[in-house]
């Protein structure tokens, strides 16, 4: 079903600018970031905390990933992972629903076939996805939709659900994103095993 929210030749929410921005323009040049880290008003529904206000870039730019900068780490740990939102759940509400389970269905790993192979993974097997923080299994999709490197399984799985008793966020970070206090799920360095 389309939205009612114009044809796209006629839609034009910013012809006005109205951003959520103290100027009220597109910035390049976050004025928000000038007093230093800040959670986006959006995201914050009245919470004032986590507001630590440390020295951030107010232009975008790279930051070079904390893990895979570490050169031990990423020796131990060869492999990025990271954890997307799922579709049939809202985080990890509704990961308990036996109708969004059967959408969701069970946890997979997509992993690529270069990765999957010396370590003697086959589509469709079961895997022990770890770190030093923790574990979890998964069913493994061999893909070439992921990088080599790269592997990428949804959160939102209820650990008690989950083949292991654990899930996903066992395995990430602590720590936070320099802008906006995100976790740092895309930071996550593991490596896979048969089960």
């Known amino acids: 079903m389309r939205l009612n929210v114009g044809l796209p030749h006629e839609r034009a929410p910013h012809a006005q600018g109205n951003f959520k921005t103290p100027s009220g323009k597109c ?4 004025s928000l970031a000038a007093g230093g880290n800040f959670v986006v008003p959006v995201w914050r529904s009245g919470y004032e905390g986590m507001q630590p206000g440390d020295a951030v870039d107010p232009v975008p730019n790279y930051i070079a990933p904390a893990e895979m900068s570490d050169a031990s780490s990423a020796q131990r740990y060869p492999l990025n992972l990271v954890s997307p939102k799922p579709h049939a759940f809202l985080n990890t509400q509704y990961g308990n629903e036996p109708t969004q389970q059967r959408r969701q ?6 992993i690529h076939p270069q990765d999957a192979v ?3 993974i086959e589509h469709g097997s ?3 996805i770890f770190n030093e923080r923790g574990s979890f299994e ?3 999709e061999l893909s070439e939709d992921v990088s080599a490197g790269l592997m990428m399984t ?3 799985h209820w650990p008690g659900l989950n083949r292991s008793g ?10 936070h994103c320099n802008l906006g206090q995100a976790g740092a799920y895309s ?3 593991v490596d896979v095993q048969t089960v």
């Open 105 to 110: 269905g069970e946890q997979i790993i997509v």
């Open 27 to 30: 910035e390049f040049a976050s």
């Open 154 to 156: 949804n959160v939102g």
């Open 166 to 175: 654990t899930a996903v966020n066992s395995t990430t970070p602590a720590r």
């Open 118 to 120: 010396p370590r003697r």
């Open 126 to 128: 079961y895997v022990r």
């Open 187 to 189: 930071d996550n360095l």
């Open 138 to 140: 998964a069913r493994a």
